[in-house]
């Protein structure tokens, strides 16, 4: 998987763009600032944006041509983040560390995804917020009629809006919706797509 990741990264342009995702884009400037986790933060497009409005960004990603890219933009933007190569199998951070997590077209393998987003859980404080925006399990066919549309082909990958209310059942529901967008994001990203968008606020422990 890493190597499939390095050679989409490899190459000068970027592959799904130096703009932010538009979701992402809407929603995080209405939320105030602070510390920010980007999983699966790629080139650094979503990091980087959320750096220029003011948030300490801590991204990770599984390549470092990604890294690479992603500080370059950073430079070019004239800002800063942490990007940290690795699996999030292997991170660590300590318990209620961030304010938000942007998750945006972070799709993990279909028997890990749930576990992985309650690691994530852990590691963000109560009243942080989730910021979330995936291919559902529907976009298959669209993919099917458009491959320029990119995203998993497989359905395990994708997600329904049962699975994200299961996987963040302890956060107040800001926004949940399985909508048909159309993508225009880098080269990857080209088309009409079904995607799964969630806004949540993490509870108090009780």
């Given at each position: 998987?890493?190597?499939?990741?390095?050679?989409r990264y490899k190459d000068?342009?970027?592959?799904?763009?130096?703009?932010?995702?538009?979701?992402?884009?809407?929603?995080?400037?209405?939320?105030?600032?602070?510390?920010?986790?980007?999983?699966?933060?790629?080139?650094?497009?979503?990091?980087?944006?959320?750096?220029?409005?003011?948030?300490?960004?801590?991204?990770?990603?599984?390549?470092?041509?990604?890294?690479?890219?992603?500080?370059?933009?950073?430079?070019?933007?004239?800002?800063?983040?942490?990007?940290?190569?690795?699996?999030?199998?292997?991170?660590?951070?300590?318990?209620?560390?961030?304010?938000?997590?942007?998750?945006?077209?972070?799709?993990?393998?279909?028997?890990?995804?749930?576990?992985?987003?309650?690691?994530?859980?852990?590691?963000?404080?109560?009243?942080?917020?989730?910021?979330?925006?995936?291919?559902?399990?529907?976009?298959?066919?669209?993919?099917?009629?458009?491959?320029?549309?990119?995203?998993?082909?497989?359905?395990?990958?994708?997600?329904?809006?049962?699975?994200?209310?299961?996987?963040?059942?302890?956060?107040?529901?800001?926004l949940l919706a399985?909508?048909?967008?159309?993508?225009?994001?880098?080269?990857?990203?080209?088309?009409?797509?079904?995607?799964?968008?969630?806004?949540?606020?993490?509870?108090?422990?009780?």
């Amino acid at each position: 998987m890493k190597q499939i990741w390095n050679e989409r990264y490899k190459d000068q342009e970027f592959a799904y763009g130096k703009t932010p995702n538009l979701f992402f884009k809407e929603w995080l400037p209405k939320f105030e600032t602070g510390t920010i986790l980007m999983p699966a933060d790629g080139e650094g497009r979503n990091g980087v944006f959320a750096a220029q409005l003011g948030w300490k960004v801590t991204s990770f990603d599984l390549s470092e041509e990604g890294q690479s890219k992603a500080l370059q933009l950073a430079r070019e933007r004239y800002v800063s983040l942490e990007y940290i190569v690795g699996d999030l199998e292997q991170l660590a951070f300590k318990e209620e560390t961030f304010d938000a997590i942007g998750l945006i077209y972070a799709h993990f393998p279909g028997n890990q995804k749930s576990a992985f987003h309650r690691k994530l859980h852990t590691w963000l404080k109560p009243g942080g917020i989730i910021i979330f925006e995936a291919f559902s399990k529907q976009h298959l066919q669209y993919v099917k009629s458009d491959p320029r549309v990119g995203g998993p082909k497989d359905i395990h990958q994708l997600y329904s809006k049962e699975e994200i209310s299961a996987d963040f059942k302890h956060y107040e529901t800001v926004l949940l919706a399985e909508e048909e967008i159309l993508l225009n994001e880098g080269k990857f990203h080209i088309g009409k797509g079904s995607v799964i968008r969630f806004i949540g606020k993490k509870k108090a422990s009780r």
